[in-house]
């Protein structure tokens, strides 16, 4: 049985095989030390166990990375840290698959212990637990990107305060007129990067995932691609509205931090104030949906996903649905920046690069590719009140309870076979 795991590749697989590999490592010393069986210890329920054991380390690197990354003056930021723990390990759509053998806890596993390992400056123990995540998924190498752009944006922050202390000493006029600020941001960002001691010092930061990225760059060209097996279905292209889809997502799972009265009313008051701009970011908006909307076959065909639903009854339903929306993507990007002020703008620009980068070349809308920004942007978000923590935990556990029992209970048979379908994320 092992040896047609290693020896055979089913071509319709898309990843690498960093799970099939782990998988082979920890269950074949099982066989020898408890002398199981192959048929044993090669059973769905084996294989789905090592991903089990993946869900237990994401708990404890949720709460490292809890610790690291937000601040600890506040008395009661003990619990508000193991509440949000707890809420993260279960969110839906990464806590179902934790019981299915899929690639999700494993490729979660890793980025995240990449991500800790850089917060505290093992740069290349980061980058090859990021080789470890690629292996998984093949996209996880923007997250081993997103590490090195953290060094980055730290160094680049440091810079920038001591630039606008500067500028404050010497009492320089401030660059006034529209977008003011990114003209100055733009400046200095072509100011440091002139500097080759600012270069050489980002570069001796930040060669292990220059390292990483190069073999990247190496696999993609012998490959021909960055997928494996049936690229047909898996071709990329520009869709645009992958990013709204994510904000969307993002502020139905985190509606108890990006949605309240006064945040609706702080929008309407930023719209009116800045009318000019939020009516080009709308027109934008409506161009890249009607423009650069696309259904994969998949999403069209497979009714096991709640995806299927969601473009039948709300996309397909009427043509006007998709651009009525706008303004809801509009307010949830704005709600999910708004919810990051506490991070640097370089941190900001490198999170959200890394988001398109991740999200607008797949064609497939598929929840599943969003479980990693999304972590990435909920441990990154000031610590919330334990109210909203434990209503959210609360969501997530009634979301969660629903998904199981339809999976388990609700089964149907596809009309030309006889195996039993069930409905899943």
């Known amino acids: 049985m092992f040896e047609y795991m290693i020896g055979y590749w089913d071509p319709m697989i898309t990843t690498l095989p960093g799970l099939y590999l782990l998988s082979v490592g920890v269950v074949k010393p099982a066989s020898w030390i408890f002398g199981w069986s192959e ?11 090592v991903n089990l054991l993946f869900s237990v380390g994401n708990f404890y690197l949720l709460y490292l990375l809890f610790r690291k990354v937000q601040p600890r003056h506040k008395a009661a930021s003990g619990v ?11 969110f839906p759509t990464l806590y179902f698959f934790n019981f299915l053998y899929y690639t ?3 490729s979660m596993f890793f980025t995240l212990f990449a991500y800790l390992m850089c917060l505290y400056g093992n740069h290349k123990t980061s980058a090859l637990l990021g080789f470890c995540g690629f292996m998984f998924r093949q996209t996880n190498i923007i997250w081993a990107v997103f590490c090195a752009g953290n060094v980055i944006a730290q160094k680049l922050t440091e810079a920038w305060k001591t630039e606008l202390q500067k500028k ?26 002139m500097s080759f001691k600012n270069l050489s010092m980002l570069f001796l930061l930040t060669w292990p995932y220059l390292l990483l990225m190069f073999l990247f760059c190496v696999f993609v060209v012998v490959n021909g691609g960055i997928v494996i097996g049936d690229r047909s279905s898996h071709e990329a292209c520009l869709h645009f509205p992958q990013l709204f889809y994510f904000f969307s997502f993002t502020l139905f799972f985190s509606f108890p931090h990006l949605l309240s009265p006064s945040k609706i009313r702080a929008f ?14 709308t027109l934008v908006s409506l161009f890249l949906v009607w423009k650069f909307t696309y259904a994969h076959k998949y999403l069209l065909a497979d009714n096991r996903h709640y995806t299927f639903y969601v473009w039948k009854r709300v996309f397909q339903r009427y043509e006007i649905v998709k651009y009525l929306l706008v303004p809801i993507y509009i307010f949830a990007g704005w709600s999910i920046a708004d919810s990051l002020k506490s991070k640097s703008v370089f941190w900001n620009l490198m999170f959200f690069i890394c988001l398109f980068t991740v999200t607008v070349p797949q064609k497939l809308l598929e929840f599943r590719y969003f479980i990693l ?8 978000i000031p610590l919330p009140p334990v109210s909203r923590l434990v209503c959210e935990l609360g969501c997530y556990a009634v979301v969660n309870f629903l998904t199981f029992y339809v999976f388990l209970n609700k089964t149907f048979q596809w009309p030309n076979s006889q195996d039993i379908q069930r409905f899943m994320w």
Do not use: D
């Not at 193991?82 to 390990?89: D, E, N, Q, Y």
């Not at 920004?373 to 990154?380: M, Q």
């Open 168 to 193: 404050k000493e010497e009492r320089l006029p401030p660059i006034k007129g529209p977008f003011s600020e990114f003209r100055k941001i733009f400046q200095f960002l072509l100011a440091y990067s």
């Open 80 to 90: 508000q840290r193991i509440l949000s723990t707890l809420t993260l390990a279960v």
């Open 373 to 380: 920004p999304y972590v990435i942007y909920r441990l990154n």
């Open 268 to 281: 309407l008051c930023l719209v009116w104030k800045r009318r000019i701009q939020f009516f080009m970011i």
């Open 39 to 49: 048929h044993v210890v090669c059973s769905i329920g084996m294989l789905r166990f």
């Open 104 to 106: 999700e806890a494993g």
